[in-house]
């Protein structure tokens, strides 16, 4: 099966933790966007949804399923997102798509977050995908040499020559050389330095389920 033919294996499978009568929540990138055209078949059974993302926004829209701000609602039972390296405890890095800042704060409304990813995606140790870090563009300089101090190299994201701008106005800088052995105490570390927006580990926000596709179908990681 090809990279996409596993996507669209857990977008699909992904349907069964939606709840009938609720809005859920979103994430963002190609694996969600999988899941997002399996959900147009059940778009009468719920309300809609909370996205993290403007693309995601305007996908969820176009297929017809009623988009609501996350300030309207309340908790939310559940929040389905992909991944860029997961690991057996569920602990993620996130942001190739630099939609982290929203997609933490919809993973953080919600219950239960299910990760869905190809198996290329799981991993021992967190870090060797450059880790996302979403800054204000002022602390850009010193948010780098903090990195560099813990033996990573950071790099500003670009887009057509120039810096990204993410949904919420930043930027994004990526950081390689990282291994990242104790997530939940790195996170808390760097989400406490001045600038950083969200910075792309999620271990406070961990998956509850990973269904990860593999060659021999659906595994569900719990
Ligand atoms: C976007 C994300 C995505 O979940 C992550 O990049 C995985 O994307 P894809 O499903 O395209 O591999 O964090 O900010």
């Given at each position: 099966m090809t990279q996409d033919e596993l996507k669209a294996l857990v977008g699909q499978a992904a349907l069964q933790y939606v709840v009938p009568g609720e809005i859920v929540g979103v994430g963002t990138g190609s694996t969600?966007?999988?899941?997002?055209?399996?959900?147009?078949?059940?778009?009468?059974?719920?309300?809609?949804?909370?996205?993290?993302?403007?693309?995601?926004?305007?996908?969820?829209?176009?297929?017809?399923?009623?988009?609501?701000?996350?300030?309207?609602?309340?908790?939310l039972s559940v929040y389905i997102d992909g991944a860029d390296e997961?690991?057996?405890?569920?602990?993620?890095?996130?942001?190739?798509g630099?939609?982290?800042?929203?997609?933490?704060i919809v993973a953080a409304q919600s219950k239960?977050?299910?990760?869905?990813?190809?198996e290329s995606k799981l991993v021992d140790t967190l870090g060797k995908f450059?880790?996302?870090?979403?800054?204000?563009?002022?602390?850009?300089?010193?948010?780098?040499a903090l990195f560099a101090a813990k033996g990573g190299t950071a790099?500003?994201?670009m887009k057509d020559n120039a810096p990204l701008v993410t949904d919420n106005g930043?930027?994004?800088?990526?950081?390689?050389g990282l291994a990242i052995g104790d997530p939940l105490?790195?996170?808390s570390e760097v989400n406490q330095w001045p600038g950083v927006v969200t910075v792309g580990v999620f271990a406070h926000q961990k998956a509850a389920v990973c269904l990860l596709g593999t060659a021999a179908g659906v595994k569900t990681l719990e």
């Open positions: 969600v966007n999988k899941f997002i055209d399996a959900l147009a078949a059940m778009k009468d059974k719920i309300p809609g949804a909370v996205s993290s993302s403007n693309a995601s926004t305007e996908r969820l829209r176009a297929l017809g399923i009623q988009v609501f701000d996350a300030n309207e609602v309340g908790e997961i690991d057996r405890r569920g602990y993620m890095v996130k942001g190739g630099a939609a982290l800042t929203r997609e933490k239960r977050f299910v990760c869905i990813a190809d450059p880790l996302p870090v979403e800054v204000i563009p002022m602390a850009t300089k010193r948010i780098t790099k500003l994201r930043q930027h994004i800088l990526d950081v390689t105490a790195f996170e």
